[in-house]
């Protein structure tokens, strides 16, 4: 029977197997519990863990690239494939040149075999041919320039870059195609001086800007009058905004960044490995949603030009996609923390008349939230003699111009919780109802410390004591239903230590949903509202003096210069109008943000989407 | 609507006064465009030397009878003497040597031994048309179908024939597909969704991938967009909850005049404000996507009619019922494909046609019949068809179960209906064993002239300037409108 209950999986034993395994502890044996029986041989297996990660660690890292190369001694037979396929082989061909590509007094074929060569030679036959310099062979070296010049000016000088012959295109320029070509020979071969000789062309050093008899002459540009604009590359655009939010890791070397799929199935790369796009993972079957949006190549065929297409999924992704508002987020955090000026230091609204002349922010609406402290009664269950605090620093509100206060102790709250004070100065977060109705309160009430004595949660109103929690290093739902409430009636949320104020930090979190109406139970609800207190705290205290100077910070951390007085008028209408909504419909601050950071993550958000991030000109 | 509204906007059109107050970025570009569409296709038809790079709906050269196009195309090239060309003869010889010349694409396997089909033909409907014993759904709507029997690309290769049939030349990459074309010379009717739409296969791209659907040498403007081929079927079409609707509109706005003010320093970029106009075309898409590819409301009868409640042609015919819905919303060409080349039946012709039949047959019938009984056949032109037929003669593999055939681009079937085609026709003729088109050949560049002229284009008139050269979809290759199949 012991060896029935032992041999049958854990979560189907019955109760009686578990507890005669429960008698017999001993059948029960694994690694760690070994040496209570056998001392000598978990000494035994610890020696045997010790030698396998010793081996381990001798394991070397696998850092070699699979490649082909070609064994000595075998002169390979290639045949004519039909169709190109390779399971239809027809006759025998031997190495030989592009035959249209050689002069009629020089020979059109390698040597099958190169006998100072321990292999064929073949490949450094060929490698030789394309490389050489008298005469330089006359389609490698042309068509080498041709994609350097197309990378930099956005078009080719042959448009066709992989096909130089009847079926492609004749070159625009094939005066400068062969000049660039010889000079990249003459320099040996260095793509730097090639690079070098393009962008220091006055051809490339243009503007972009049209002129008027430049655009009837030429409207393609085809002679280079202007610079062409271009859209940045889709590794270019993610590394940009990694670049901005300051998360870019300019690392070089080691392992891709791997793939990952987010919640809807779409690959990304892994956001925890910010490094430069170079260094994605590129599986033909999983392309990254936001580098193919932008036209990366599918890597199922050889691509020799990338098309720029503009098609409005890739406004969806620049949109909604979450790789560009999470990054939009931490640029705005980073624009707050490098313009120096916070939103907690000293309301001034001069200085943000400064920064944008005309604006004129909405007043945040009233806030029914009060944080105090102040006694509870023991008999009422009623809190008496409410005091409110009177500072605000740091995110936190308290009685005392620091922390702790000799009088009041560690009394403070904050967004989500706070700290009690001594025995006689619980914390108190105190919702005043607007109008007359029910509420029902819904929360979560957590303290952290096994040490000093917990603490005692407890929402009071007029009527007493609506419920009380008793808590020490857990978490206790703190549901409250349907309290009668009238207009200006206070629900008291208030937080007391026990005997003593130490360790006694806790979080505290409730939504209040009020509704207008009594209502009879089972009656739908109309038109309640759901107070968020942590949503509450930041609408309070949240000041907003440094707002524009933040946002002409963003402006010159995205787009490199300071909005123009046209860009001035439109925020001084759209700033504004978007707090207005936030105060309106405060839930949209759910995801954690503020009023003024989430105003700025769009203004970030939008920056990089304009026509000016992502073209070059 | 607000309160605020003035009662002077009452009369205005409905998707004006939407587009002014609800719509992004106080639509300049896309007021612009709707206006255009108000002026009842204002916008001259296409002009030579003049390429436009915008989506305005544009006059056509004479009456249209097509507005939008669905076209299924079945890549592989479905084996037409067990489909669609019944060949007693080739019944008769079966087992025989053929004695004309075959050109094979599989040397290794290639026999001249015929073969006959191993599936039964019969009249249908009124019109009598032959169809095989694998096609029972087509068949119940074989009068509003004209079949064509004498398709020739003169090519046995995939690649060459497909790039044909879409780019106009045998073989040539880079030139903009018939639906580019269409969106060129016609704009858009939609101004919520994009004019040309691929639906893609679960499995992944066709051969050929995306030249399918490339813009080739014309603006991105006119390229193919591809819906996902499961859910979500467009990524990242909705914003998270808290940037939804009013606040992403506001952003957008923002993003509009920030923009704005950049054109005046960069006059006369179309592609600037082609990118523009792509994110009202998203903003609005985010509302008319959404609508469109959601089928469940689609009542039991029309799920069933699509073959949606059998499992082996769910995934074909929820793609055909999004086309019907797309259409029906606007779009100009919607294409949907397959993974790969599922009628490539090289081996095992007798088990593995069946299968994709199975797939396809009920679907494909069903949007027919769909289309009809809601009045938009007249006005929907239906493309069903591969790029090249199948040889008549044995691709050898040893045991005659897994006999297949070959490539065949001499002769093959593909069919077309609605949108001004006359249905309960069968055209054209291949030899007595299906091997070549004999009678009033059908090349792509007819099929390419015919469709234009359905839309009330010119085939010779729509161009596009590329190379120093003035492009046609035909490439000026020899192209008549075959006005035979003109109802």
């Known amino acids: ?302 691509c020799e030009s990338r098309p720029s297409s503009t098609v409005a999924p890739q406004s969806l992704m620049m949109m909604n996609n979450e790789f560009l508002l999470e990054q939009s987020e931490k640029i705005a955090k980073r624009v707050v923390s490098q313009s120096g000026i916070s939103n907690t230091a000293t309301p001034n609204s001069e200085s943000f008349n400064q920064a944008v002349p005309g604006w004129q922010l909405p007043t945040a609406p009233a806030s029914p939230w009060r944080y105090g402290t102040g006694t509870l009664h023991k008999e009422t269950g009623k809190v008496e003699g409410f005091s409110e605090f009177l500072q605000k620093t740091q995110g936190r509100s308290h009685p005392g111009v620091q922390v702790p206060d000799a009088t009041t102790g560690w009394v403070f709250l904050t967004e989500s919780g706070g700290h009690p004070g001594n025995p006689a100065y619980p914390a108190i977060r105190r919702w005043i109802a607007p109008e007359s109705g029910t509420v029902e309160i819904s929360g979560s009430l957590s303290h952290g410390s096994q040490n000093g004595d917990g603490v005692i949660g407890s929402v009071s109103s007029k009527l007493g004591q609506a419920g009380s929690w008793r808590i020490q290093a857990g978490s206790v739902s703190t549901a409250v239903a349907n309290l009668a409430v009238e207009a200006g009636d206070a629900i008291d949320l208030v937080l007391e230590c026990g005997q003593n104020e130490t360790s006694d930090s806790f979080t505290w979190t409730v939504k209040i949903t009020w509704n207008p109406v009594a209502r009879q139970p089972g009656e739908p609800a109309k038109n309640s509202i759901v107070f968020d207190s942590a949503i509450g705290f930041r609408l309070q205290q949240e000041d907003m003096s440094a707002l524009g100077h933040q946002i002409i910070a963003a402006w010159k951390h995205i787009l490199h210069r300071a909005p123009s007085d046209e860009e001035l008028a439109v925020l001084a209408r759209f700033v504004p109008a978007q707090l207005e909504l936030l105060y309106r419909e405060p839930q949209r601050l759910s995801n954690g943000s503020t009023p003024t950071l989430q105003v700025l993550t769009n203004i970030c958000h939008m920056l990089l989407n304009t026509n000016e991030f992502l073209y070059a000109d | 609507m607000t309160d605020s509204m003035h009662d002077d906007e009452l009369w205005m059109p409905q998707r004006r006064r939407w587009l002014q107050h609800i719509g992004m970025g106080i639509g300049a570009i896309a007021l612009e465009l709707m206006l255009a569409q108000e002026a009842a296709r204002g916008q001259p038809p296409v002009i030579k030397d003049k390429p436009h790079r915008d989506l305005h709906p544009r006059a056509t050269h004479f009456e249209p009878k097509a507005k939008a196009m669905i076209s299924l195309f079945q890549h592989g090239g479905p084996s037409h003497m067990d489909l669609t060309d019944p060949k007693p003869e080739l019944t008769k010889f079966h087992g025989t040597d053929y004695q004309g010349d075959v050109g094979f694409s599989f040397v290794n396997q290639a026999s001249k031994k015929l073969l006959g089909s191993p599936f039964a033909f019969a009249p249908r409907g009124n019109c009598g048309t032959e169809l095989s014993e694998l096609l029972p759904h087509t068949s119940g709507v074989i009068d509003e179908i004209c079949l064509i029997r004498s398709m020739h690309t003169g090519n046995n290769g995939h690649e060459v024939s497909i790039r044909y049939f879409h780019g106009g030349i045998p073989g040539i990459l880079g030139r903009p597909t018939l639906g580019s074309w269409l969106t060129y010379a016609l704009g858009s009717e939609s101004q919520d969704l994009p004019a040309y739409m691929v639906l893609s296969d679960p499995g992944g791209h066709p051969v050929d991938g995306v030249t399918n659907w490339s813009n080739g040498f014309m603006p991105a403007l006119f390229q193919g967009t591809v819906l996902r081929p499961k859910e979500p079927r467009i990524f990242n079409l909705q914003p998270p909850p808290h940037l939804a609707g009013q606040m992403q509109q506001q952003n957008l706005e923002l993003l509009h005049e920030i923009n704005r003010q950049h054109t005046f320093r960069h006059p006369e970029e179309p592609e600037l404000n082609a990118r523009m ?51 029906e919303r606007g779009v100009r060409f919607v294409q949907l494909f397959h993974s790969g080349q599922p009628w490539d039946h090289h081996d095992s012709i007798q088990k593995n046609l069946p299968a994709i039949c199975r797939k396809t047959d009920k679907p494909v019938a069903g949007l027919v019949a769909d289309l009809k009984q809601r009045g938009l056949l007249d006005s929907t032109l239906v493309h069903w068809g591969g790029e090249i037929g199948r040889l008549p003669v044995t691709q050898d593999h040893g045991s005659p179960d897994r006999a297949g055939r070959d490539h065949n681009g001499q002769g093959f079937s593909i069919w077309l209906s609605g949108g001004g085609i006359k249905g309960g026709m069968a055209f054209g003729k291949t030899d007595e064993f299906g091997h070549k088109a004999v009678e009033q050949l059908v090349t792509p560049n007819d099929f390419q002239a015919t469709v234009m002229h359905l839309f009330g284009l010119d085939h010779t008139k729509v161009s596009f300037p590329y190379n120093n050269t003035q492009q046609f979809i035909t490439s000026s290759r020899p192209a008549r409108v075959v006005r035979e199949l003109l109802a």
């Open chain 1, 1 to 302: 029977m012991l060896r029935s209950a032992y041999e049958s999986p854990v979560d189907k034993r019955t109760e009686e197997q578990k507890m005669l395994l429960d008698k017999h502890p001993s059948v029960n044996i694994s690694p760690g519990v070994l040496y209570q029986y056998l001392p000598e041989a978990a000494e035994e297996l610890k020696k045997f863990d010790a030698t396998i990660a010793e081996i381990r660690a001798k394991k070397p890292a696998e850092t070699f690239l699979q490649a082909l190369s070609e064994p000595p001694g075998h002169l390979p037979v290639t045949k004519l494939l039909h169709r190109g396929d390779l399971n239809q082989p027809t006759r025998e061909i031997s190495p030989g040149k592009l035959s249209v590509l050689v002069d009629e007094t020089s020979s059109k074929h390698f040597n099958d075999d190169d006998p100072s060569l321990p292999t064929s030679g073949r490949r450094l036959a060929f490698a030789k041919w394309l490389t050489q310099t008298d005469p330089p062979n006359p389609l490698f070296v042309r068509a080498m320039v041709n994609r350097v010049w197309m990378h930099h000016f956005g078009k080719a000088i042959v448009a066709t870059p992989g096909d130089f012959g009847k079926l492609g295109s004749p070159p625009t320029h094939p005066q400068l195609l062969d000049w660039l070509a010889l000079d990249w020979i003459e320099h040996g071969w260095s793509f730097k001086h090639l690079h070098r000789r393009i962008l220091l062309s006055t051809a490339y050093r243009q503007s972009s800007t049209r002129s008027p008899t430049g655009g009837s002459i030429d409207p393609d540009n085809r002679f280079y009058g202007r610079r062409d604009l271009q859209r940045i590359d889709a590794e270019v655009l993610r590394d940009s905004v990694l670049a901005l939010s300051g998360e870019l890791k300019p690392e070089l070397y080691g392992a891709p960044i791997p793939l990952q799929e987010d919640e809807a199935g779409q690959v990304r790369l892994d956001p925890a490995q910010p490094r430069r796009s170079l260094y994605a993972k590129w599986r033909r079957t999983q392309p990254v949603a936001l580098l193919q949006a932008f036209d990366a190549p599918v890597m199922g065929v050889l």
């Open chain 2, 277 to 327: 106009a792509t994110y009202e075309l998203a903003a609005r898409m985010q509302l008319a996507a959404t609508d469109a590819l959601d089928i469940s409301k689609e009542t039991q009868a029309t799920l069933n009619l699509y073959g949606i409640d059998d499992p082996e042609s769910r995934e074909y015919g929820t793609r055909c019922l999004l086309a019907r819905r797309l259409i």
